[in-house]
T-cell receptor, first 115, second 116 residues
């Protein structure tokens, strides 16, 4: 079985300050991990993915995430928040199940960026 | 342009009616997925298909049905048996997986279904 826990449902930061969105995962198989972003009433856009090549993954728009196997974590960070970063962010784990290759989503973190 | 098209963007139906949501992709992807999104619950998997003419139930399949007669199409029917069908529905596709776990999913823009 696999699961994802996003530890904060809402995060609020000031523009120009760092962003940290936390994600822990559980998987009985070596997983692949993804972060997606969703703007209101839109589909999801891939920010970055971990595929076992490197533990520190760089994505679009200045985001990055570090895979820590010992902590089963894949936290998303950005050094300096921008107003356009305000959106909902989803951590996703992918692993083979009996019926195929499933993607399991966390419940999401709503990021608010204030002036 | 390659991508996933969901239609319509907004859909209104009366309670007790079946309704079918369209999802088409021209990315030549083998795998396709349907998710339901409700506030505060993230995305929950309804059905997925790894290959044409085959599909699997996800975590919340009750009250839904799908077909996969063509590689590019994966329509979702919300039946009258679905107790709370009002939600935002997202379709996704993914390159043929098999043993590969690192392919990302591409999403459509979603269909917001309201049942009155």
């Amino acid at each position: 079985a696999q699961s994802v826990t996003q530890l904060d449902s809402h995060v609020s930061v000031s523009e120009g300050t760092p962003v940290l969105l936390r994600c822990n995962y559980s998987s009985s198989y070596s997983p692949s991990l993804f972060w997606y972003v969703q703007h209101p009433n839109k589909g999801l856009q891939l920010l970055l993915k971990y595929t076992s090549a490197a533990t520190l993954v760089k994505g679009i728009n200045g985001f990055e995430a570090e895979f820590k196997k010992s902590e089963t974590s894949f936290h998303l960070t950005k050094p300096s928040a921008h107003m356009s970063d305000a959106a909902e962010y989803f951590c996703v784990v992918s692993a083979i199940t009996g019926g195929g290759n499933k993607l399991t989503f966390g419940t999401g973190t709503q990021l608010k960026v204030e002036l | 342009d390659g991508g996933i098209t969901q239609s319509p963007k907004y859909l209104f139906r009366k309670e007790g009616q079946n309704v079918t949501l369209s999802c088409e992709q021209n990315l030549n992807h083998d795998a396709m997925y349907w998710y339901r999104q409700d506030p505060g619950q993230g995305l929950r998997l309804i059905y997925y298909s790894q290959i044409v003419n085959d599909f699997q139930k996800g975590d919340i399949a009750e009250g839904y049905s799908v077909s996969r007669e063509k590689k590019e199409s994966f329509p979702l029917t919300v039946t009258s048996a679905q107790k709370n069908p009002t939600a935002f529905y997202l379709c996704a596709s993914r390159q043929g997986t098999g043993g590969r776990l690192n392919t990302e999913a591409f999403f459509g823009q979603g269909t917001r279904l309201t049942v009155v």
